[in-house]
């Protein structure tokens, strides 16, 4: 699983802007995995170590690989999934970048960083990041003498490069709109944290859409309602565990993300047409 390292006052000044360093985390390769659209009111710097994925927003998507770096701006939704045949590592750095008033527009390294905020979804080739986002991980994870600054080198010297690449980068998108060609996707994506807490609302606002829409989406794409899709995902996978563990049918019902044990026979019951008990005794010899 991806380890993330937070830091709680990390901030330093350079090029007219407050730079905050908020994370770094890193995901290693596995069987392939999915993040859910999201968004933040930073920058994440994204760079791909190894394997294959895409990260998908609203209005745009792009390929990724071993050394590729992606960039995701503030307000920009986006999600990532990691290639089936060749599951992707990742190093990410997550910043803010904040104006000072004192900011000189001429400077030139205030320029540079400029180009990120001028280009906040992109992707780049740029193996040369390699020995940097490996070097900022490792000594945030293993902190000795000098920490703080030599990570400060390290952000700055992250940020310049990227800026760098993002000169030369595609337009950003525009923002987001209720009716982008990529939504499928991302409502797919979404709805691989089914054992999770998600919820209808919560998409609805990834989406930019209203909980109205979000039904109407839904029920176009799987012809059901959020809840029955939610369900039969999360029954599906119960349905695994039963033909397949010896676990209890309420660490079962828990582990596939529903609220109570009662709940879930129910439900079962509804999709199936028999119980939990009996899709446990009639395994297929």
Aim: a positive charge; proline letters at 6%; one cysteine or more.
């Amino acid at each position: 699983m991806a380890v993330t390292i937070q830091f709680s006052d990390f901030a330093f000044r350079a090029g007219g802007f407050e730079i905050a360093v908020l994370s770094v985390s890193r995901e290693p390769p596995r069987y392939p995995w999915a993040i859910a659209p999201h968004a933040h009111n930073s920058f994440e710097l994204h760079y791909i170590q190894s394997g294959t994925g895409r990260f998908i927003g609203t209005d745009t998507e792009f390929s990724v690989c071993g050394g590729d770096v992606a960039v995701t701006g503030p307000s920009v939704l986006h999600a990532q999934t990691s290639g089936t045949d060749d599951p992707m590592a990742e190093v990410c750095l997550n910043v803010g970048l904040t104006p000072l008033r004192s900011a000189k527009p001429d400077d030139d390294l205030h320029r540079l960083l400029r180009a990120l905020i001028d280009r906040p979804f992109f992707t780049a080739h740029a193996p040369d990041l390699a020995y940097d986002c490996a070097a900022l991980y490792a000594e945030a994870a293993s902190p000795g003498g000098g920490t703080r600054a030599l990570l400060t080198a390290l952000a700055l010297a992250l940020l310049i490069r990227t800026a760098r690449l993002a000169q030369t980068a595609p337009a950003a998108p525009a923002p987001a709109v209720p009716d982008v060609p990529n939504r499928r996707r991302m409502v797919d994506t979404y709805l691989r944290g089914y054992r999770t807490g998600i919820s209808a609302q919560a998409l609805a606002d990834l989406l930019f859409l209203s909980r109205r829409q979000v039904d109407r989406v839904v029920q176009a794409y799987y012809g059901c309602t959020f809840t029955e899709k939610v369900n039969q995902l999360r029954c599906a996978y119960a349905r695994r565990l039963l033909q397949t563990t010896d676990r209890t049918v309420a660490d079962i019902a828990a582990d596939a993300g529903f609220s109570s044990t009662q709940y879930f026979y129910r439900v079962f019951q509804s999709i199936y047409h028999h119980s939990p008990g009996a899709a446990r005794r009639n395994i297929p010899k």
